[in-house]
């Protein structure tokens, strides 16, 4: 059982997609894993035969369980029965969940208390993840613990967001943009760069043209500000007050909406239904992302003009922003189009985008 | 966000919105405690301490103790919700209802509608009930169908801390009467709540397992008692859906006859007596609007019509538990 994220202490399996028996290259799906927050597939680490499907269907493990064995074509079942006694008799479940949890940490910038995440500070980059539109840092979990064995992350809770303050002074890009830098001031960060996903992305951008001296690579994935078009999700997420209303606008944001599980929905909810959120969410659709059901900002040419590094990663299915923005681009910015992907590659598509972001920076 | 015991979480939604809205007091028995005389003031903080640490705060005129006069208490928040306030009243067990039921039902209920919209009555009442402390037939009645029966009061019943603090914020917040229940043994039940204001919709109700086989509705406590059963179904590959009412009046009829479509076999959990109970009301609408979808009859897990034995060997057999829910499974499964 794969440990996804901090916070995560146990999962299941809700499907097999592979039988016993059948081969398996490296990189297939062979198993579909249920937790408390999300649905996603798990990726063989190997190749080779699947020699045995340990857990069953619906049946909750602690992280780090066996789930099932991966071998070469010969092996007796008599070894597949003494290597499976032998993992079980010596298994101690992770209990680390609790103290990493501890690790997110506040700090106050221009008046806000802002929630953030760092792991590792020991490597000689920097990556900020700064999350997209009703979000927050736990959108990282594919990405961050895996990016935290090369660089120093530091992910955030934009204001209005997660854990950070609910109560904001202004939505617009600036006065978001401005929280970021400040941070990187308050934290020591000399250069860093930018992961932004969708408003996140429109943050970076903006980030990059104020600071020059700041931002290194910028790796956007499905950022707002490079076209007119934008689906009217914004708006209903933020209007949507029940399990039905919000449950097919969260569907829109993934290629297989089956990720969304009503638990998923659930917690979305019980953010929404914070006081404060509701006008914070409000002000900032305002003030940085619609203006008469188009796109408010437009970066194209700020993002054309800069000197960086950029990668833009863009879904082909994205249902909310649409990919084609890409074509607004000039050649200087490295572009990735991924299939099967909706708004949130870094979810669905964690392997290549973190690829995407290693081969950025290094 | 953190771990908060039931009692914790209500008595953080009372502190926080009467810091947020200086309309909202405090009036029952010993809600502070302690008053005149040589006595400590904040005494008692209520009987079950959920109360405890306002009078230091808000002082004596929000936090406002009385003599044991349930007609006062209520009628007082009565016209005090009439003339601009937010009263929260504490009728401190649900079986004292009798003595001020008058204020409850003819004046509470019934100002807006007869004075034509132009009264409001922004009151909540909250109240201990429930069985399991041997604390004898009239300090254990589970006595909400009698609110939710009667048009113009809105009935709310937690099962966790989480919907408690989100439910009470609601309530004071509400314009209208609002009764909302506290099972007596669920003050110590421990969950995450967000150190924030936040509320929760009435008319919701919450899915808290899901499953393909069986459907168990409940609310307050037995909602617990449920969860476990479904977990422990599970072993004899029984999944089963568990549905949170959350509030009995709005009633979430949608969730319910969607609860039911999903699996067609029913099981009712509900403390109170058998007879007029919340058990009844939803079988006839489930009855009603979701004749088609059901495969077996509904059943129904209700005390038997008796009062509240004191007697523990005897309360043990009246209440519900997992044995009568499970029987009341087997029953109805293939």
């Not at chain 2, 649900?94 to 009555?121: E, H, P, S, W």
């Not at chain 2, 609110?147 to 609601?170: C, E, M, R, W």
Request: hydrophobic share 35%; aromatic share 6%.
């Amino acid at each position: 059982m794969p440990k996804w994220g901090l916070a995560m202490k146990e999962g299941s399996v809700t499907s097999w997609l592979k039988n016993e028996g059948e081969e398996i290259k490296k990189g297939e799906v062979i198993v579909e894993i249920e937790t408390e927050k999300v649905v996603n597939e798990f990726e063989s680490p190997h190749d080779g035969i699947l020699l045995r499907k340990i857990l069953n269907e619906n049946e909750k493990v602690s992280v780090g369980s066996l789930i099932g064995v991966l071998g070469e074509q010969n092996i007796s079942s008599e070894e597949i029965n003494k290597f499976v006694e032998d993992f079980q008799s010596n298994f101690v479940p992770l209990e680390t969940a609790k103290e990493e949890i501890d690790l997110e940490k506040t700090i106050l910038i221009n008046n806000h208390s802002i929630n953030y995440l760092n792991i590792s500070d020991d490597k000689d980059e920097n990556i900020i993840f700064i999350h997209g539109f009703g979000g927050d840092l736990n959108n990282w979990m594919f990405n961050q613990e895996e990016l935290s064995n090369y660089y120093n992350t530091y992910a955030l809770d934009l204001p209005g967001h997660g854990k950070s303050s609910k109560n904001i002074d202004f939505g617009n890009l600036n006065f978001l943009t401005d929280i970021i830098a400040k941070f990187c001031i308050e934290k020591k960060l000399k250069k860093v760069n930018i992961v932004g996903h969708s408003l996140g992305g429109g943050i970076g951008i903006n980030l990059a043209n104020e600071n020059k001296d700041l931002v290194k690579s910028l790796i956007l994935i499905s950022p707002i500000g490079l076209g007119e078009e934008i689906d009217s999700y914004i708006k209903n997420f933020i209007e949507a007050d029940s399990r039905k209303e919000l449950k097919p606008e969260l569907e829109k944001l993934y290629y297989d909406s089956t990720l969304i599980t009503r638990d998923l929905v659930n917690e979305v909810l019980k953010f929404k239904r914070l006081d404060g959120v509701s006008e914070s969410l409000n002000k900032i659709m305002k003030e940085c992302i619609y203006e008469n059901n188009k796109q408010k900002n437009n970066l194209i040419k700020i993002l054309n003009n800069l000197k960086n590094k950029v990668d833009i990663i863009w879904g082909d299915e994205d249902k909310i922003i649409p990919s084609k923005h890409i074509k607004n681009l000039t050649s200087n910015v490295n572009c990735h189009i991924l299939n099967n992907s909706g708004h949130m590659s870094h979810v669905e598509k964690s392997k290549e985008v973190n690829n995407i972001i290693k081969n950025s920076i290094n | 966000m953190s771990k908060k015991t039931f009692r914790e979480a209500l008595n953080e939604a009372i502190a926080q919105e009467m810091r947020r809205d200086e309309n909202v007091i405090l009036i029952g028995e010993d809600v502070a405690g302690g008053a005149g005389g040589k006595g400590d003031q904040d005494a008692w903080g209520g009987p079950m301490g959920v109360t405890k640490n306002l009078a230091p705060e808000f002082g004596r005129e929000r936090i406002i103790d009385t003599p044991i006069s349930e007609s006062a208490i209520i009628g007082t928040a009565a016209g005090a919700a009439l003339t601009g306030l937010r009263p929260i009243a504490d009728l401190m067990f649900v079986d004292f209802l009798g003595v001020c039921f008058d204020q409850i039902f003819n004046q509470a209920a019934k100002f807006r509608y007869m004075f034509g919209g132009k009264a409001k009555t922004p009151m909540t009442i909250r109240t201990m009930y429930g069985g399991g402390v041997r604390a004898a037939s009239q300090h254990s009645q589970s006595l909400y169908p009698i609110f939710t029966h009667i048009p113009g009061l809105k009935v709310v019943i937690p099962s966790n801390p989480y919907d408690a603090k989100g439910l009470f914020i609601q309530s004071i917040r509400d314009d209208n009467p609002v009764i909302f229940l506290e099972h007596k043994m669920l003050y110590d039940e421990v969950g995450e709540v967000p150190d924030e204001l936040y509320t929760i919709p009435f008319g919701e109700a919450n899915f808290t397992r899901e499953g393909s086989d069986i459907t168990l509705i409940s609310m307050g406590k037995t909602v617990n008692l449920c969860n476990n059963v479904a977990d422990e179904m599970k072993k004899e590959n029984v999944s089963c859906t568990v549905l949170d009412l959350r509030t009995l009046s709005p009633l979430d009829e949608e969730s319910i006859l969607e609860a039911v479509e999903g699996t067609g076999r029913v099981v009712i959990v509900d403390e109170s007596y058998p007879r007029c109970n919340i058990a009844t009301d939803i079988s006839a609408l489930i009855c009603d609007k979701g004749f088609s979808s059901l495969k077996a009859p509904i059943k129904m897990v209700t005390p038997p019509h008796t009062p509240v034995p004191f007697s523990p060997a005897l309360e043990d057999l009246y209440l519900p538990s997992a044995e009568k829910i499970k029987k009341a499974i087997h029953s109805i499964l293939v």
